[in-house]
Antibody, heavy 124, light 109 residues
Framework: EVQLVESGGGLVKPGGSLRLSCAASGLTFSDAWMNWVRQAPGKGLEWVGRIKSKNDGVTTDYTAPVKGRFTISRDDSKNTLYLQMTSLKTEDTAVYYC???????????????WGQGTLLTVSS | QAVVTQEPSLTVSPGGTVTLTCGSSTGAVTSGHYPYWIQQKPGQAPRTLIYDTSNKHSWTPARFSGSLLGGKAALTLSGAQPEDEAEYYCLLSYSGPYVFGAGTKVTVL
């Protein structure tokens, strides 16, 4: 059974930094591409970004509002995905989910499994 | 960035049928957008029901189906059940980046 468990959320002041983690089990993590998705309180889902596997170059894509501020990385030895967030703004306040991604756009792995999310609050 | 449009809310009677649609500001939604439909109930994590327009996961109830309809992606719920009351999000791929719609609140009443 695939399980994704996010952690690292909390309260951060505007301009601050934080790193979220997503621990994965039940899948061959080193082969997996992974997504981050967020949801502001009472709002809809927003795709944050994606990282490919080492075999596919560990390349990353991001949504425009976070480019240059957020960095997705992975440690395959720990089966863990990361989201490093800097220059945080109040509008980054959200529940952050990790979700699986596939190696091609129509892959069933895309958004097939989701974690339960971790809450980031950016406030002074 | 493209904007994905969905109906804000829809109501369906128990046992009834309802169709949710998903449009794109860039033009017609095609199979090349690989439409996804994601269900979210209050306080729960999202759950993907449909991927790549019409494909179902093992947990997707048979009463849900995905299609392309009139230049949009569509999710049809046939034989609605009380437990289907939820927010439904459409997700489209734009050659790499993904964009979610704002969601459709489905009420079973």
């Amino acid at each position: 059974e695939v399980q994704l468990v996010e952690s690292g959320g909390g309260l951060v002041k505007p301009g601050g930094s934080l790193r979220l983690s997503c621990a994965a089990s039940g899948l061959t993590f080193s082969d997996a591409w992974m997504n981050w998705v967020r949801q502001a309180p009472g709002k809809g889902l927003e795709w944050v970004g994606r990282i490919k596997s080492k075999n596919d170059g560990v390349t990353t894509d991001y949504t425009a509002p976070v480019k240059g501020r957020f960095t997705i990385s992975r440690d395959d030895s720990k089966n863990t995905l990361y989201l490093q967030m800097t220059s945080l703004k109040t509008e980054d306040t959200a529940v952050y989910y990790c979700a699986t991604a596939g190696g091609f756009s129509g892959s069933p792995w895309n958004f097939q499994y989701w974690g339960q999310g971790t809450l980031l609050t950016v406030s002074s | 960035q493209a904007v994905v449009t969905q109906e804000p809310s829809l109501t369906v009677s128990p046992g009834g049928t309802v169709t949710l649609t998903c449009g794109s500001s860039t033009g017609a939604v095609t199979s090349g957008h690989y439409p996804y439909w994601i269900q979210q109930k209050p306080g729960q994590a999202p759950r993907t029901l449909i991927y790549d327009t019409s494909n179902k996961h093992s947990w997707t109830p048979a009463r849900f189906s995905g299609s392309l309809l009139g230049g949009k992606a569509a999710l049809t719920l046939s034989g609605a059940q009380p437990e289907d009351e939820a927010e439904y999000y459409c997700l489209l791929s734009y050659s790499g980046p993904y964009v979610f719609g704002a969601g459709t609140k489905v009420t079973v009443l």
